[in-house]
Structures are given as structure tokens and as C-alpha cells.
């Protein structure tokens, strides 16, 4: 209804290429880029630099992608979109509108927060101070110009704990969970002390308490994944592993993984008074992660960022079955399966995971090669384990 521009129409049907011509090479063309990079500033030019970013890092091209997501941020910055009078303004007009400007932006924030964690060489670059934006709305607020959009911005998001109306949309969960991330990455860059982990170990045990139990189901009654849900189980699960790692046991039997792309380098590790328990978060978020996967054979809606989050939960069970830790080798091992055989699927749609699915292989031949060495296998016949009497 809103007649977008051919530029952004011509990304989205390119981006749909990936998935009707499943494990075809499609060329990029330079095109895409030059049409968005020559027309006049707006939200959907905004709005297709985010795209591009997207499928540039599907497609294996970071330096590409992290170009996108910065000419993405300065658009939204000379629009201001970062200003909540704008989309105040604009919801006069149009209430759609205005809501597409908001989550514009966020995604923008959630986009951007996503490279830094899984990108190799990946950094922030999103560095305003908290947005007054209000966070997104449900659909069936504003689809059909419906006016009054109640929400709340990310200012609120602390004080809604102790209010009596807890519940925000399933978007606006989606922002709050990488808030978190965005929190966790940087302590873990900045080495932060003791004290900040364990506030920020309790806002993910928060979070999960507060998050509605017909959001955490995640599939739905008839059988589909619920995306949004999907990726903001994805977030806080990818940002327990980014704050208890560096304090785990786990950083000296890391294995050697620099070949895979989405697998971002650890933290020099920092000694801790309770490694285990750091250990025993960082092996449970992995194993969260492969059990996202688990929950339906099709991979057509997953985001290209899950095949990277596949590979960082990986590269943890990895971890965790070259080191003495006590875990169940068995579970790990066929988790550390469940994860390469969903990136061989998802492997005919984006490159990035593909490239990651004979690494990883290697990689676990080179832990089983090193366990036997030792003495000890790491799974029996069919990794079933065998009841005890």
C-alpha cells in the first residue's frame, strides 16, 4: 500500500532468491548495492541498507555487511529516527508508518548488536545513548491504522519489574534481550569485575522468569516456529555464553577454531572464585541453543544469524567434550550432530553456513582423535547411553 521504491522491492525479491533456488550460486549484483547507495535519503533507504546487511552476511561478504549496517545507522541518525517526536509526529498521519520508523530503528540496534557478537573482528557500532523511541508494538495495534499505540521505551524497560502491567510485546522482548547481549558483550570486552557479572547473571535469570510461558514455547499449536520468539531465545542464550565464558573453565581446552567465520575469538579468560558454575551456564546455553534447533526440520525461516549461533554453541560443546568437566559426553556429541546437520541444511540457502558445516567437522575430528589418544572414547554405539541397574 505503501508503494515502495523498486530498490528495496529488488532486495527483497533477491533475498527470496535464496530460498526458491535453494542450493543455486545467485551472483550479487552490484546494482542492489548502487541503486540504494544513489537514492535520495529516506526510511527505505534505511530500511534496505538493513537488508543488505543481512544478506551480505549470509552470504559470507563481513566487510560488506558491517558497510551496511553503518551507512544504515548515519541514514537513521540524519532522519532522525532516534527522536521519538519524529514518529510521534508521523503517527498522526499514519500509525503504520510511524511504527515501521521505530522498529526500523531497532532492528537497526538488534542488527547491529548481532555482528559485533558473532563476526569475527566484530564491533559496535551503534553507539548512542539509550533511544526514546518507543519500543515495537504487537501487529493488531496499528495494522489497519488503528490509533493509541500503547508502549513503552527502553528507558521504562527497568522500572516495568515492579509494575503491575509486566507484559510488552513479543518485538519489544526481541529489543530487551539484546540490550542484555549488547551489556554482556561489553563487560566481557572491558574484563568488567565480579560484582557487574553477577548483576548481569541475575537480569538473564530475571528476564527468563519474566518472559510469558506462551512465548517460551516457541512452537506453536500448529506445528510452526514462532520466529520472533525463536531469535529472542537465540539473544539471551548467545549472551550467557558471552558473560560466563571468560570466568568458565573451558577457555584452555578451546579448540582451535580460527577458520570458522561466525565464531568470534574469546576473552582472554579472567580467574574466578567459582569456575564451575561459570563452566556449568556456558555448557547449558550451548545445549539451549541446540535444542532451538531441535524444534522443527525446516530451516526456511531461520535467520542467517542462527546458523552463527549454531556454530558458537558448537564450538562450546566442542569444548566441553575436550574437557574434564563431568558433563555427559553422549549428550554434547549428539547435540554437537543435531547443530551440523541443521547448518547442512541451511548451508543450500546461505553460504555463511554452509562454509562453517566442514570446519566444524574437522574440528570435532581433530577432539575425537585427541580423547582417543587419551584413552577414552567419547560416545558409545549410537550415542544412546546405556540405563543403569
Known sequence: MSSPPQYLVNIVEFIGLHHVSAGQTLECSNDLWMATDNAELALEKTQAYVLLCILFHGRKAPECAKKCIGCAI???????????????????????RAESMRRTLWEIFIVDTLLAAVQVGGTLQFNMETPDVS???????????????????????????????????????????????RHCLIACETHAPEDTLEVLDSMISAWFHRWPSDRSTILQMDGKVNQIDFQTAMIMHCASIYLHFPKSSL?????????????????????????????????????????LASLSTSVTGNSPFFACTLVLSSIIQMTVLSAPTGQPFGKHYSYLALNIGVLKSMGSIWKIAACSVENLRATTREVEAASAEAGHELVGPMFIPVPQK
Open 135 to 181: 519500543l515495537p508494538s504487537e501487529d493488531k495495534k496499528f495494522v489497519g491504522g488503528h490509533s493509541g499505540v500503547f508502549s513503552i521505551s527502553a528507558k521504562d524497560l527497568g522500572r516495568r519489574v515492579f509494575s503491575d502491567e509486566d507484559r510488552i510485546s513479543a518485538l519489544a522482548y526481541r529489543v530487551e534481550a539484546t540490550f542484555i547481549l
Open 251 to 291: 577457555a584452555s581446552f578451546l579448540p582451535i577454531t580460527g577458520e570458522v567465520f561466525c565464531s568470534r575469538p574469546p576473552p582472554i579468560p579472567s580467574p574466578s572464585l567459582n569456575p564451575q558454575m561459570h563452566t556449568a551456564k556456558v555448557a547449558n546455553a550451548a545445549v539451549e541453543l541446540s535444542k
Open 74 to 96: 548515519d541514514c537513521s541518525l540524519r532522519l532522525g529516527l532516534h527522536c521519538r517526536e519524529l514518529s510521534d509526529t508521523v503517527e498522526v498521519q499514519s500509525t503504520a
